[in-house]
């Protein structure tokens, strides 16, 4: 089983739209929670992250969290062709491994006109 | 954010030989960790560079083939040894302050022949 688990997509969405993404994580002891989005050539880019159940909003990305189903989501609002690039989940397991990420497989995400 | 630059940007090597990658940032940091990222996958951890100590490995990395140093908090190399077109990958270095944020260098783009 893997740690991180993401669909791959693509996923596409027109402009304007909410976009969703997915992840599942296996280490129930993980503590905080992370979003990279990665255009094509280019290194991860820190989006979001989040450790406490919920949602936490920045503009208009929103994050939420649920640790009892083990499940992490991104909410993209009002998608832009900007916003096409492979969205990386990313999990802290804390404690001693504190800092060190594993990475889901990444969603594909393509926003059209 | 830390701004954070690796050299090379890229380079093609001959089976066989060594590179040393760097990493430098423009302010101290507590962490520092090596990744790569294997054509059309997802980042994987090869070690943590801990500052005047030896690096800490994940598995499937070893120190003989990925020797790393850290010499103080803004500085670290990693050296990919003996390589194979296995190797071939974008090899990125990223920092953290201790707090929940994380962020990644430009990358190493690396062929090997």
Known sequence: QKEVEQNSGPLSVPEGAIASLNCTYSDRGSQSFFWYRQYSGKSPELIMFIYSNGDKEDGRFTAQLNKASQYVSLLIRDSQPSDSATYLCAVNPGGTSYGKLTFGQGTILTVHP | ?113
């Open chain 2, 1 to 113: 954010s830390a701004v954070i630059s690796q050299k090379p940007s890229r380079d093609i090597c001959q089976r066989g030989t060594s590179l040393t990658i760097q990493c430098q940032v423009d302010s101290q940091v507590t962490m520092m960790f090596w990744y790569r990222q294997q054509p059309g996958q997802s980042l994987t951890l090869i070690a943590t560079a801990n500052q005047g100590s030896e690096a800490t490995y994940e598995s499937g990395f070893v120190i003989d083939k990925f020797p790393i140093s850290r010499p103080n908090l803004t500085f670290s190399t990693l050296t990919v040894s003996n390589m194979s077109p296995e190797d071939s990958s974008i090899y990125l270095c990223s920092v953290g302050d201790g707090t929940y944020e994380q962020y990644f260098g430009p990358g190493t783009r690396l062929t090997v022949t």
